[in-house]
């Protein structure tokens, strides 16, 4: 079987001619407008990442996915009169489809059609750098396509057997199924092979402490990692700028410690694709200290901060000390205070918002804004202090002594 994502085909720069898209999502009880527009925005930006450009957005209100047409009949005929009249290249969903839904509205609409997961491997594959990345999101893609195989062989139906169902349609899902299974196992194998060199790297740098930066994708890791290592590690502003976990060693005076930048989190992150990805995340479960970095300017921080903080939980490392850097100060003010704010009104409401997230969270944090490096000296002695401490508990006998 040939999956669509082709990883080493990937081009590695962006298209000239961006694909047109529709954005469609699915309003539930426990759902409000606000929270499928933010769900939508984010969609966006993932579309615009993967090199697509998003030209219309339609939602609609049920008590539970169709099982046939995720959306229902009525909504699904109003996104096709439209992508039929405004030459769209393919349909996003924002949350996963089974194959046999897909396999329908692909009849229906003859557009490609993309749900979320389908959409995050897709920017993982486009960049994916390194051969451990590659065999990650290669494992994930065949992980998500094997139980959708049966849904996407209807069109088969018509050539199977009777009662057993066992015409040329069948034997050749089953075949399918066979490959994919046995790819599954063989790259499951690769990954453990690169695991083991990853922990034997691991246990060469055990002496030094070592801290991890977290977050949501895009809120600013790989940026504020140049900043402390004083580094060159790629930054965009794009999702998941950031696959392949880059550590660095980094002495302030004559203390080392290594510093590492993993991959961001976000909100309904494939399954199979943090599973994929223990190996490089193993990261976190071994370092000392979290750096947990918040894009204070984002009008979902603590919706994104929730998504974390489960995440973390999942993995099985949320006991771990935690420093929680809320960055983009500058880009927070531009965007919530008022140009005839005076100076000390706005420091003011600065340390009240502090005040009430301190209150919250019960742990060491921090305003910066890594960009225009607001704040990195205090980031600096608070983070070597938490440093010294994770030193003192380690080699409780040998303080002032890396």
Known sequence: MNSSWNIDAKKKVEQSNEEKAVLVGLILPDHTEQMIIDHLDELEFLASTAGAVSTKRFTQRLQGPDSRTFIGKGKAEEIQKYIETHDVDLVIFDDDLTGKQQNILEEMFKRKILDRSSLILDIFANRAQTAQAKTQVELAQLQYIL???????????????????????EQEIETDRRIVKEKISLLKKRLEKIDLQNTTQRKNRDEMIRA???GYTNVGKSTLMNVLSKSEVFAENKLFATLDTTVRKVVWDAMPFLLSDTVGFIRKLPHHLVESFKSTLDELRESDLLIHVIDISHPQYADQIDTVNKTLKDLGVDDKPVLMIFNKMDSFREKYFDALLDLKTKNELELELMQTLQSKHQCPMISISAKSMENIENLRAMLKELIAKQYMIRYPYRVGKW
């Open 147 to 169: 139980p959708r195989l049966r849904g996407m062989w209807t069109h088969l139906e018509k050539q199977r057997g009777g009662i057993g169902m066992r015409g040329p349609g």
């Open 212 to 214: 991890a930066l977290v």
